[in-house]
Every structure is written in structure tokens, then in C-alpha cells.
């Protein structure tokens, strides 16, 4: 009986043994697979991204918009970061993943800013802007149509622009939109309306301050005040 429970032991031990050295071989081959090391070697470089390593920071939509206000999109993509987002931009701009990084290509474009000179691309890319109803994209595009600049002049088309833009909200183009009015371009039914949209608007800079008063006042010499007075009841936008 004896003997018979060490002989047991026995092949139980080399059974264990084998199925150790048969897991030590297969760690052994995992490990030589070049496929294995270089899905290792991406964790780890993921790790450092997200641990020690901060990921490279690219630019929102909303922060695009932001500057776009402020007229610093292209030196914030120049000067201050040194055109180093470049080819994301232009990604992100061919993968229609937002307008606002259509509108900054094209600004890009136009102006030769970290990417070659190329106005046909520039005026594609502001007008797919455009039609995404990206505001400044719409503003833009209208006073090359009512200059003629890059586009063939056309009057009408840039004054439907601007109202557009201006009835979206965009600050900027209400005052475009109301100083094209009081040159004679669109209708003249439309003063009142552009009136208590620039009555309605938040001014950024002292030069907005002063262009909306200015245009004010423009307007009120020209609307009666009656009709003004009307006008101030209804919520335009």
C-alpha cells in the first residue's frame, strides 16, 4: 500500500513538472512573437501618454470660434504655437469633422499661413464653411461678394449672406449687415429689424462700441421712430 501511494505521488509530481515546464515554454514563445512585443510596446507608449507624459493638446471647435471672434486664429496657429498643429488642421478640415477647422483652413489658405498660398482652395473651403452656416464663414464670404474680392461681385448675394449671419447671433456681422443697409444694399424694410438686432448685441471691444452707436444713430435718422418703436416689441431672433 506503501508503494503503491509513492508511486502516485511520484506521477502525480512529474505530471505537475510537465505541465510547468509546457507553461514556461509557451510564456517563452509568446514572448519571442514580434506581433506580442510590438502591441506591448503601444501599451506602454499609451501609458506614458496618459501617466508621466501629457498628450499633445489640438485645438477645439469652440476655441477655433473663439479666436475667430477675437481675430487671433491665425496668430494663435503662427506665432504663438509656430504652426506645429498644421496637419491636423488640414485633417480635420478634408474629414469635414467641423466648420470651424473649414473656416480656419481657409484662412489658412488665403493668407498663406503655414501652408502655401492657394485662393481657389481657400474660397472652397470658406464656402463649405459657409454652407455648415459657420457665422464668420458667412460674413467673410459676404464682403468678398460685395467687393468682389476672389469672387464675382454680386451685391445681393453678399447682403443675404450678412443678414444671415448677423440673425445667427454673430455681433460682427450685424454691424456689416446694418452698415450695407445704410448703403443702400438689401431693403430698406429691413432697418428696423437690423436696429433692434445691434440695441440687442453685446459689444467686445471699444471699435464694436462705437460702430454699433454710430449705426444707431444712422438708423434712427433714417426709420421713424413709431416704426422703431414697433419694431423694439418683436423678438426678431
Same mark, same amino acid.
Given at each position: 500500500?506503501?508503494?503503491?501511494?509513492?508511486?502516485?505521488?511520484?506521477?502525480?509530481?512529474?505530471?505537475?513538472?510537465?505541465?510547468?515546464?509546457?507553461?514556461?515554454?509557451?510564456?517563452?514563445?509568446?514572448?519571442?512573437?514580434?506581433?506580442?512585443?510590438?502591441?506591448?510596446?503601444?501599451?506602454?507608449?499609451?501609458? &506614458?501618454?496618459?501617466?508621466?507624459?501629457?498628450?499633445?493638446?489640438?485645438?477645439?471647435?469652440?476655441?477655433?470660434?473663439?479666436?475667430?471672434?477675437?481675430?487671433?486664429?491665425?496668430?494663435?496657429? $503662427?506665432?504663438?504655437?509656430?504652426?506645429?498643429?498644421?496637419?491636423?488642421?488640414?485633417?480635420?478640415?478634408?474629414?469635414?469633422?467641423?466648420?470651424?477647422?473649414?473656416?480656419?483652413?481657409?484662412?489658412?489658405?488665403?493668407?498663406?499661413?503655414?501652408?502655401?498660398? &492657394?485662393?481657389?482652395?481657400?474660397?472652397?473651403?470658406?464656402?463649405?464653411?459657409? &454652407?455648415?452656416?459657420?457665422?464668420?464663414?458667412?460674413?467673410?464670404?459676404?464682403?468678398?461678394?460685395?467687393?468682389?474680392?476672389?469672387?464675382?461681385?454680386?451685391?445681393?448675394?453678399?447682403?443675404?449672406?450678412?443678414?444671415?449671419?448677423?440673425?445667427?447671433?454673430?455681433?460682427?456681422?450685424?454691424?456689416?449687415?446694418?452698415?450695407?443697409?445704410?448703403?443702400?444694399?438689401?431693403?430698406?424694410?429691413?432697418?428696423?429689424?437690423?436696429?433692434?438686432?445691434? $440695441?440687442?448685441?453685446?459689444?467686445?471691444?471699444?471699435?464694436?462700441?462705437?460702430?454699433?452707436?454710430?449705426?444707431?444713430?444712422?438708423?434712427?435718422?433714417?426709420?421713424?421712430?413709431?416704426?422703431?418703436?414697433?419694431?423694439? $416689441?418683436?423678438?426678431?431672433?
Amino acid at each position: 500500500m506503501t508503494k503503491i501511494l509513492k508511486l502516485l505521488l511520484l506521477m502525480s509530481l512529474s505530471c505537475f513538472l510537465a505541465a510547468e515546464s509546457a507553461v514556461a515554454l509557451e510564456a517563452t514563445s509568446v514572448q519571442e512573437d514580434p506581433h506580442v512585443r510590438m502591441v506591448e510596446s503601444s501599451v506602454k507608449e499609451f501609458r &506614458d501618454a496618459s501617466g508621466e507624459t501629457p498628450l499633445v493638446h489640438v485645438y477645439t471647435p469652440e476655441e477655433i470660434t473663439e479666436w475667430v471672434i477675437l481675430g487671433t486664429d491665425i496668430y494663435n496657429l $503662427k506665432e504663438v504655437n509656430a504652426c506645429q498643429f498644421t496637419d491636423d488642421i488640414v485633417l480635420r478640415a478634408r474629414k469635414d469633422v467641423a466648420a470651424a477647422y473649414d473656416y480656419l483652413y481657409s484662412h489658412m489658405l488665403l493668407t498663406g499661413s503655414c501652408v502655401p498660398r &492657394d485662393t481657389a482652395m481657400g474660397i472652397f473651403y470658406l464656402e463649405k464653411a459657409a &454652407d455648415l452656416a459657420y457665422p464668420a464663414a458667412l460674413r467673410k464670404l459676404g464682403f468678398f461678394y460685395e467687393t468682389g474680392r476672389y469672387v464675382s461681385q454680386d451685391g445681393v448675394k453678399a447682403e443675404a449672406l450678412m443678414r444671415q449671419a448677423a440673425e445667427m447671433g454673430y455681433v460682427p456681422a450685424r454691424i456689416d449687415w446694418a452698415g450695407m443697409l445704410l448703403r443702400d444694399m438689401g431693403s430698406v424694410r429691413d432697418m428696423p429689424e437690423a436696429w433692434v438686432l445691434l $440695441k440687442k448685441s453685446v459689444k467686445s471691444t471699444p471699435r464694436e462700441e462705437e460702430q454699433i452707436t454710430m449705426y444707431i444713430r444712422e438708423l434712427e435718422s433714417r426709420v421713424p421712430e413709431n416704426v422703431l418703436a414697433e419694431a423694439a $416689441k418683436k423678438s426678431f431672433y
